[in-house]
């Protein structure tokens, strides 16, 4: 199900003096025994008596009582990331083994405090979705130790108001790894005069500077090259964020025509696709009989029993019982039209990234389905994403990477679970590393300009156009 926010229409077009760039470039665990109750309370373990737990916004605190000094050992671990705490010998009452387990159903960083006692000892595990920062407060002669671990990793570092309904963040978010510098804006749309738009350099065509799909008031300026999710603004004022709808046709110079029903994507039975030059290589690998492969509008191939390179070629692939494609001859010229299908709705602006983030409010990271490889994904990085939120506000986000020293960069999961804290419902993931930045009316940008920064051929921009915001 898509999510549409209605946006009031905008009546006049000018350009703009205040413009805001971003650059492009689970559930929670369901096997709990019991939920903890509200932030604030004391809950001890009913079999565990000697530990208690309590929290706030800010941090949590375990509190474990009768300890004695020295006779401890507490550590992290990842994949997931847990704080143990561990005593070699048995504290619970009894001689069962006792396994018991809390989830935190109000928390995003956390999930579920499990306590186990046997024969082997005592073992406390607070878990959670990235790390926490934590640290015992208690003094070491003390016959208890509490340790305190921080819920707020993030702390406002900047705020400005750019217009009435967007506001600029600076945020700081700290974990043991390091600290990751954000920089985020939001704005309401009901509220502000600004609308995102996507702009692009004057030669983005002819050099083929982009590998994602572009559509500017309703026409594609640079077409998909993968299948991978796309942040669209509709006609009517609506955001949406989706695997675009894209259609497909090609027509031969003796008349022929095959009308694609997916794009960079591997037909279904009874289909035809066309693969555009930036297409994966995993289709590549998979082609059967029944393509033909077309390089600046002539047809270099048909049905070939062994061809390998397909730089900056189309493929015309069908799936159907009975398809034309042998008639093509090599040599023949083929137009090929890539446009968006309009049954459903009529995209106005639209920029594609990948993968999603976030959907339906639910961490949801499409590494694998788009095409995004383990390196890029759980590699920290700088980062930028968009997002909208269930009330229509749209928000755009860099992280800052670890070439200004200040920033350890994120991966993939980091990003989207700081999409989730922000509010959002639906993310996309843009581009990273030295794609990377966030301006503000043309100026210097926010965010540190990563090592090997580049010129950019795409932005996602809010913009006044109304011109309601001349001389301010």
């Known amino acids: 199900m898509i999510n549409r926010f209605k946006i009031p229409p905008v009546t006049y077009y000018r350009f703009l003096t205040l413009t805001v760039i971003l650059l492009i470039l689970s559930t929670l665990p369901q096997s709990a025994q019991k939920a903890l109750a509200d932030p604030g309370v004391v809950q001890p373990f009913p079999s565990f008596g000697w530990v208690s737990a309590s929290w706030d916004d800010d941090q949590l605190l375990l509190t474990f009582n009768n300890i004695e000094p020295g006779s401890f050992e507490i550590y992290d671990l990842d994949q997931p990331s847990r704080i143990v705490f561990e005593l070699p010998s048995r504290i619970c009452s009894g001689d069962q083994s006792i396994l018991e387990t809390y989830s935190f159903s109000r928390m995003n960083l956390l999930t579920e405090l499990r306590a186990s006692c046997s024969e082997d000892g005592t073992r406390i595990v607070l878990e959670s979705r990235y790390p926490v920062y934590w640290q015992i407060i208690s003094d070491e002669n003390d016959r208890f130790v509490q340790v305190q671990c921080l819920l707020r990793f993030r702390q406002t570092l900047e705020e400005m108001q750019i217009d009435t309904g967007t506001i600029y963040y600076a945020r700081r978010y700290v974990t043991p790894s390091g600290q990751r510098l954000a920089h985020i804006v939001v704005s309401d749309p009901t509220l502000s005069r600004l609308r995102p738009r996507v702009v692009i350099a004057s030669d983005v065509c002819s050099r083929n500077l982009t590998l994602s799909l572009v559509i500017r008031y309703g026409v594609i300026i640079a077409p998909p090259q993968l299948h991978r999710p796309a942040f669209m603004v509709l006609d009517d004022g609506s955001y949406i964020m989706d695997y675009p709808p894209i259609m497909g046709l090609a027509t031969s110079s003796s008349g022929l025509s095959w009308e694609a029903d997916v794009i960079n994507q591997a037909p279904g039975y009874g289909q035809t696709a066309i693969l555009t030059p930036g297409h994966p290589s995993r289709l590549r690998n998979n082609l059967t ?184």
């Open 289 to 472: 009989m029944n393509f033909a492969v077309i390089k600046d509008g002539v047809v270099e191939t048909v049905n070939p029993v062994d061809f390998d390179d397909f730089s900056g070629t189309y493929v015309i692939w069908s799936r159907k019982l009975t398809s034309s494609l042998s008639l093509l001859g090599v040599g023949e010229n083929v137009d090929i039209k890539i446009f968006p299908d309009t049954s459903h709705y009529t995209i106005l602006q639209a920029l594609q990234g990948g993968p999603f983030l976030v959907r339906n409010g639910v961490v949801d990271v499409t590494s694998d389905a788009d095409d995004i490889g383990d390196d890029i994904a759980n590699g920290r990085s700088a980062r930028s994403a968009v997002g909208i939120d269930s009330s229509g506000k749209i928000y755009l986000l860099a992280i800052e990477g670890s070439g200004g020293g200040k920033s350890i960069g994120s991966t993939l999961e980091e990003l989207a679970w700081t999409m989730v804290d922000l509010g959002c419902t639906w993310s996309i993931n843009l581009d990273g590393g030295s794609s990377t930045g966030m301006a503000m009316t043309y100026n210097t940008p926010e965010t540190a300009l990563p090592q090997g920064s580049r010129q950019l051929a795409t932005a996602l921009v809010l913009i006044d156009e109304s011109g309601r915001m001349q001389g301010d």
